[in-house]
């Protein structure tokens, strides 16, 4: 059984949101929700050791806003019912909340007054507190002075007891002053054991997390920036995961039980595994999470995506890889550190890029020597400090590539990569003085890290048809734009009926396809509204419409994209997963084909290659590889889905060698390896498969009326032709759903059987031959008696110069080689069938007795022999003791499979190398044939006769090989 709670429990300025409670009973393999969807964010669980029914959530709350739905929570009946049996005001959640090892109905919470806003953090009030119920939460007493804690408001506290010896209990306490508190009697009194600042005192909203050793009630672990450990009872603290030890800024942590030296820790940059009680620490490279605010991508081949992370840099990785396997870890660049955001490689030579941190730093890398230049715009005026919110706003100029622009609560233009600024814009923003105290935020205990900038522009959106027109948006709720390089802007956010007042517009998406579209998307959570809403203007933003709202979508908007192919193919990422409209944003559905219902905060298209590549913020980058099918479809108005078989076009296919991984093959389970793309064609269609109808019992068979054969649709097969009509291939899938499918062709024509191969069954698939050669080829496919067709464009390897009259010489020889091979495979199929037959006389005549069954039984046994002899100067002779391998042997299959290694990775025409080997095939599969055509001729027709004149009729007539 397994507990899930929703929602974050440290209110970062970029919490995920939840929605309930979940319950597994098949370890994590279904998952039921079981209630709680107000309270947003779940912080601790605790399950009643003795009764699994009896479980105690507690709720910390959305920090964004008042609710009811806070405090704890308890279920005796394992989750059907739930009832709030503690609770202090609408401010306060809980920040913590322990259980006694030893007494299940006593439990301690720490309650937390706290409020978030856009610009502001405040920790500590009336409604936080020390709470204790030794009833199970029938009655709960307020710690307070006289029990030997501090007076005043609380903020945030962190808690901890030792599982054997539960009479000690830590309290790590957020207060006007600081500190670590002990109990040694259960609670009852407490006393202060350290005050120290560097110990007690480290973003106490963020962190102040500790917990103590099951085993040792002095050894106390203290989670913040790094881990630290002490072994005196909280009087004094030690670093036991340094920075370089592990990622900085850690959240969670588990001891086992029983075994203190094992320890697994949750921090910002994944998981982290200590087996010797701290002292090394191990990350796990296995877990797919990440945190992107922005994807992009450019136009290498294969193209690279790009990306920043919370807490974890900007980075460049590729999409996909020639390369054996997936996509793993070390394939990835890290272009610039800090919190990562948005990252745009310089679209005249992707070795160099812009990648932003929080603050508003801004920097240009060079990914081939790793030099990062710092050049965020500078303060023109000393009095005027400039705002750069967390998640600045930047953009490239379509139609001047060294133009980039940047936002604080100014437009910054550069025109020469970001080595000098220009302000082209006044203060975008609403301005609000009261909203610009961020040196004053954090409450109890100030936290200034830029955060909680506000008043800064979001997002910017230059024109793609236009020069000079370039749109704004803030996160106070303003849509600005200007027409004439910015000389004059327009403020339309009142024109636009339904806007949530100063809303967060995380993003403007500029029309591919007319200058005065463009698309809003804009959030309200952090003011409490949980509506999606995203807006488009045609005409320069003098009229609105709203195409997403909650009637269409489920969650906040986060991101917006249109295609630019096909205008009414529409995607939107919100708080729940992406969603792509096909008729213009009249209706919207929720894409689940391998993407989960995660916050999707970015999207873009990699156009050469129809790619939707997908930013989450919390599982990472997906690839939704070759959209052209949605293209189609929209296109269509989605009437093609009524047809049984629809084929799309397919994308370029690359005619490449796989390289082995840099560093080491073979990985285990010790690491990611991200899904690669398959490597070929891939051809896309849509299928609907009939659905299967309960055959009726017939009266009476009507005999005079033939019957007509049904048409089975089962197997969509793709026959593949030359640009002279010849058909190369064919590959067959069976869809076991209707919808859209995939069939990849590794861009070979069909192979022939060699001699050492078994005859293939019906319905088999083809061998694989020779690469084809670039060039345009016909794909039809057909399904019962439906058929489509489609094209696709094979292109050479374009890390070489293509050879293509060596490409002819190559298959030049292999055509002579197919030649031989085919002779090679039927002397071997008859081989094979002549011994079957003598094998099926000597079952004929075991029972027989006499001087003739027994002569005949002799020249069995000879002829099997001498065509064991035949075959083996074909086949390599096997081992005939026991053991591995195969003795030394030249035989034409050797040659051959010795000419098809040299022919196979060589970019030149043939050499004289491939010529002598050539030489050495044609001779010895002559004399190969030779000596069968010599058997058959002479030693089978002689053996043929004999057998006859015994009136064993089992046999026929074979031709000469020629």
């Not at 026991?882 to 290694?901: N, S």
């Not at 010529?915 to 027709?941: H, M, P, Y």
Request: aromatic share 10%; hydrophobic share 30%; glycine share 8%.
């Amino acid at each position: 059984m397994v507990w899930v709670g929703t929602g974050e429990g440290n209110p970062r300025n970029s919490i995920n949101l939840g929605a309930g409670i979940y319950k597994s009973l098949d370890g994590g393999k279904t998952w039921k929700l079981m209630g709680l969807e107000k309270t947003r964010n779940i912080h601790r669980i605790l399950i009643d050791p003795t009764n699994p029914n009896v479980i105690y959530a507690g709720v910390i709350g959305n920090p964004y806003a008042e609710q009811q739905e806070r405090g704890v929570y308890k279920t005796t009946d394992g989750g059907e019912t739930w009832q709030r049996v503690l609770f202090t005001n609408e401010k306060s959640g809980v920040a913590d909340m322990i259980m006694d090892a030893k007494n299940s109905n006593k439990l301690f919470v720490a309650m937390w007054q706290h409020k978030r806003t856009a610009w502001d953090f405040k920790s500590g009030g009336e409604g936080s507190g020390l709470y204790v119920t030794y009833d199970a939460g029938k009655n709960w007493k307020k710690l307070s002075k006289t029990d030997g804690l501090p007076e005043g408001d609380f903020g945030r506290i962190g808690l901890a007891s030792c599982r054997s010896y539960p009479n000690r209990v830590y309290a790590l306490i957020e207060a006007t002053k600081n500190g670590l508190y002990r109990s040694d009697d259960g609670g009852m009194k407490w006393e202060k054991v350290n005050e120290d600042p560097k110990d007690v005192t480290n973003r106490p909203f963020y962190f102040n997390d500790i917990l103590c050793d099951p085993k040792n009630e002095n050894r106390l672990y203290s989670l913040y920036q790094v881990i630290s450990v002490s072994e005196d009872g909280g009087k004094s603290f030690k670093t036991t995961a340094t920075f370089d030890q592990a990622h900085a800024d850690h959240h969670a942590i588990w001891i086992h039980p029983e075994d203190n030296n094992f320890i697994i820790n949750g921090n910002d940059g994944g998981i982290s595994i200590s087996r010797d009680r701290g002292k090394t620490w191990t990350f796990a490279e296995a877990l797919p999470l990440g945190q992107f605010y922005h994807v992009n991508v450019d136009n290498e081949i294969p193209y690279n995506i790009y990306g920043g992370l919370q807490d974890n840099g900007s980075w460049q990785g590729p999409a996909y890889t020639w390369k054996e396997g997936g996509i793993r870890n070390y394939s990835w660049l890290s272009v610039n550190g800090g919190d990562g955001f948005d990252v745009m490689p310089d679209p005249e030579d992707a070795r160099y890029g812009y990648a932003m941190s929080q603050g508003g730093f801004l920097g240009r890398y060079d990914t081939k020597t790793g030099q990062s230049t710092m050049i965020r715009p500078p303060q023109v005026d000393i009095k005027t400090r400039l705002r750069f919110n967390w998640n600045a706003a930047i953009a490239q100029d379509p139609f001047e590539k060294g133009t980039i622009y940047y936002g604080s609560q100014f437009v910054h233009k550069s025109q020469n990569k970001g080595l000098t600024w220009d302000i082209i814009s006044p203060d975008l923003t609403i301005n609000n003085p009261e909203q610009q105290k961020q040196d004053q935020s954090g409450g109890l205990s100030l936290d200034i890290t830029s955060a909680e900038n506000h008043n800064t522009i979001l997002t910017l959106a230059p024109s793609l048809k236009e020069r000079g027109v370039l749109w704004a948006g803030t996160d106070d709720g303003n849509v600005q734009l200007t027409r004439d390089f910015g000389k004059k802007w327009s403020n339309l956010t009142s024109k636009i009926k339904n806007f949530p007042k100063e809303g967060w517009i995380c993003q403007i998406q500029a029309s591919k396809y007319n200058v005065g579209e463009a698309f809003v998307t804009v959030n309200n959570y952090r003011q409490g509204d949980f509506a999606p809403y995203i807006f488009r203007t045609k005409d320069f933003g003098q009229n609105w419409e709203r195409i997403v709202d909650e009637n269409k979508v489920r969650g906040y908007a986060l991101c917006f994209l249109q295609d630019p192919t096909i205008p009414n193919l529409m995607f939107c990422g919100t708080e729940h997963g992406l969603w792509v409209s096909v008729d213009e944003a009249k209706s919207w559905t929720q894409w689940k084909a391998g993407l989960p219902s995660v916050s999707t905060m970015d999207l873009t298209i990699q156009e050469r290659e129809a790619d939707l590549v997908v930013g989450t913020f919390g599982r990472a980058l997906y690839v939704l590889d070759d959209i052209r099918p949605l293209r189609k479809i929209a296109q269509a108005s989605a009437k093609i889905l009524d047809q049984k078989l629809v084929a799309f076009d397919s994308p370029d296919a690359y005619s490449v060698e796989f390289s082995t991984q840099i560093g080491y093959n073979t990985i285990g389970d010790g690491m990611y390896e991200g899904e690669n793309r398959a490597a070929g064609a891939r051809i896309s269609y849509f299928v609907n498969v009939p659905k299967k109808e309960d055959k009726k019992p017939e009266d009476k068979k009507d005999v005079s009326t033939p019957k007509v054969p049904s048409i089975k649709y089962d197997t969509v097969y793709a026959k593949i032709y030359d640009e002279v009509g010849k058909q190369i291939r064919t590959i067959f899938s069976v869809p076991d759903t209707s919808g859209m499918q995939r069939i990849t062709w590794n861009l070979t024509e069909k192979g022939i059987r060699y001699p050492n191969a078994q005859k293939p069954k019906k319905g088999a698939t083809e061998p694989s031959g020779i690469n084809v050669l670039p060039g345009k080829y016909k794909v039809v496919l057909s399904f019962g008696d439906q058929k489509d067709s489609t094209y696709i464009n094979v292109k050479p390897d374009p890390r070489y110069n293509f050879d293509r009259s060596a490409e002819v010489a190559k298959r030049d020889i292999y055509e002579r080689l197919k030649v031989n091979v085919s002779k090679l495979t039927e002397a071997t199929d008859r081989l094979t069938e002549v011994n079957e037959i003598t094998e099926k006389l000597l079952n004929q005549v075991k029972d027989n007795e006499g001087r003739e069954v027994e002569d005949l039984r002799k020249q069995i046994k000879a002829v099997q022999d001498t065509i064991k002899a035949k075959k083996e100067l074909i086949v390599a002779k096997p081992l005939e003791k026991q053991g591995y391998g195969r003795p030394y042997r030249v035989t034409p299959l050797t040659k051959a499979q010795e000419l098809m290694m040299y022919l196979g990775n060589r970019q030149s025409s043939p050499s004289k190398t491939e010529s002598i080997i050539l030489e050495q095939f044609d001779g010895l599969t002559r004399e190969t044939i030779a000596k069968i055509n010599v058997f058959f001729a002479n030693n089978w027709v002689d053996f043929r006769k004999k057998v006859e004149s015994m009136k064993l009729n089992m046999f026929k007539d074979y031709e000469m090989i020629r």
